[in-house]
């Protein structure tokens, strides 16, 4: 990760096999303040203008993710994806995909297991009576392309994955508006694959986070629907 990424570990840190956002786990994140190592900021970013403690909780279940069409129009981004920007490292995502009423989680990577970054925005937030210091990140998404539509069917929507060669770009201090806007962009679905895991995602009393939720499961739904789809597309290049 240290050599990927060109950036050191400043204390120790645990492969993660799964999290949900809504527990604001701390995650390793490149910043454009500390290009030179992780640090570890918590999932769900809180504006440096709120004042009321209270509200935090609130907020944050709304900035786990920011739209890329929004970001320079919502209180909580503008300031942020203007001078605050950030690398979310990690080797996979999970989204579900929606079938007949039902739900399944994905596991979804880079065809060489390779890890990348996804584009960030954080903020840091000061407690004024005692000076308390929070930072914290959100995840910018966009619109998905054909191959994630497949799996997030229902949303429609995929993080912002950047190519290797912008990522060091993306944490630039001197990115105006319009280039930042132009790193924006729907990652083509050539190096991606997914494939579905079992339903530990999402339960209360099940511990997500273990080396299983990473092993294929199959469903006869999910089965006999990529079937019936082949079929149809076999059948539609018969008639050219």
């Not at 920007?85 to 399944?104: H, M, Q, S």
Request: charged share 35%.
């Amino acid at each position: 990760m240290e050599k990927r990424f060109g950036a050191r570990f400043d204390q120790d840190f645990e492969r993660v096999y799964h999290v949900s956002g809504f527990n604001n786990p701390s995650m390793p994140v490149i910043t454009d303040e500390a290009p030179d190592k992780f640090s570890f900021l918590k999932w769900g970013l809180v504006p440096f203008w709120l004042k009321d403690k209270e509200q935090i909780k609130y907020v944050r279940i709304k900035t786990l993710n920011a739209r890329s069409d929004t970001l320079f129009e919502k209180p909580s981004f503008k300031v942020p994806v203007r001078k605050r920007r950030c690398l979310i490292v990690t080797d996979g995502y999970f989204e579900w995909r929606e079938v007949a009423g039902k739900t399944y989680p994905y596991y979804i990577h880079m065809k060489d297991n390779d890890a990348f970054a996804l584009a960030g925005i954080w903020d840091e937030w000061r407690d004024e009576k005692n000076m308390e210091k929070l930072q914290a990140f959100s995840i910018i998404s966009v619109d998905a392309n054909p191959f994630i539509k497949k799996i997030n069917n229902r949303h429609q929507r995929m993080p912002v994955i950047l190519p290797k060669k912008d990522e060091r770009t993306w944490i630039r201090s001197d990115l105006g508006e319009e280039s930042i806007k132009s790193m924006l962009q729907t990652y083509e679905g050539k190096e991606l694959e997914a494939y579905p895991v079992k339903r530990l995602i999402g339960k209360k009393d099940v511990n997500s986070n273990t080396p299983e939720i990473l092993e294929k499961c199959s469903y006869d739904e999910l089965k006999n629907l990529d079937e019936k789809k082949e079929q149809e597309n076999l059948k539609q290049l018969t008639l050219f």
